[in-house]
């Protein structure tokens, strides 16, 4: 397991809760809210370097090691 996870979903969630209509955001509607495109790795890369900045490091760390919780208790994967 990971020492650290990053879960750019969750975090594209916190930074726009209730700024946009509600939904469950995909990576490319997450890249194309910040006028990017891209998929797989390489989106993920581009949204985290369009919001490294606005991101509270030190809890998104920890909402990271909560989701491994959550799939280690039968949770699946989030959106799966």
Known sequence: MP???LDLH??????TSGLLAPGDYRLAD???NLGL???G????ARLLRAIQERLDMPR???????LVVW?????GT???
Do not use: K, T
Request: hydrophobic fraction near 45%; charge should be negative; proline fraction near 3%.
């Open 3 to 5: 020492a650290q996870i």
């Open 10 to 15: 969750a975090e594209f969630r916190c930074l």
């Open 30 to 32: 997450a890249l194309a």
């Open 37 to 39: 495109e891209g998929d």
């Open 41 to 44: 790795v390489e989106g993920l």
């Open 60 to 66: 998104a760390l920890l909402r990271g090691r909560y």
């Open 71 to 75: 799939m280690a208790e039968g949770g």
């Open 78 to 80: 989030p959106g799966g």
